[in-house]
Nanobody
């Protein structure tokens, strides 16, 4: 079982920055990908950014050039640096990780979510 713990959300003014962190722990054998999703009230959950074990990354079009995803593989931690935040970035942000555990079973784990509010 793989657990994800997120931190770094909060209230920020438009144009400000936040850095989200997500640490994975448990019986991890291989981490194939880690990513960040978000869900705003009344909307579907959407992929914000993701990175794979091979180093490729993908971003939601609306955050390209403003958000950066990165990892510390030694710590099984993924970060999301969010700059030039806009009110429409307001949402609950969820961390996700997929891979294989030490029992060689596939896992698809989610964090508990962290609130990001962009408002003046």
């Amino acid at each position: 079982q793989v657990q994800l713990v997120e931190s770094g959300g909060g209230l920020v003014q438009p144009g400000g920055s936040l850095r989200l962190s997500c640490a994975a722990s448990g019986s991890i054998f291989i981490m194939n990908a880690m990513g960040w999703y978000r869900q705003a009230p009344g909307k579907q959950r959407e992929l914000v950014a993701a990175t794979t074990r091979g180093g490729s990354t993908t971003y939601l079009d609306s955050v390209k050039g403003r958000f950066t995803i990165s990892t510390d593989n030694a710590k099984n931690t993924v970060y999301l640096q969010m700059n030039s935040l806009k009110p429409e970035d307001t949402a609950v942000y969820y961390c996700n990780a997929v891979g294989y555990g030490t029992n060689l079973h596939e896992y698809d784990s989610w964090g508990q979510g962290t609130q990001v509010t962009v408002s003046s």
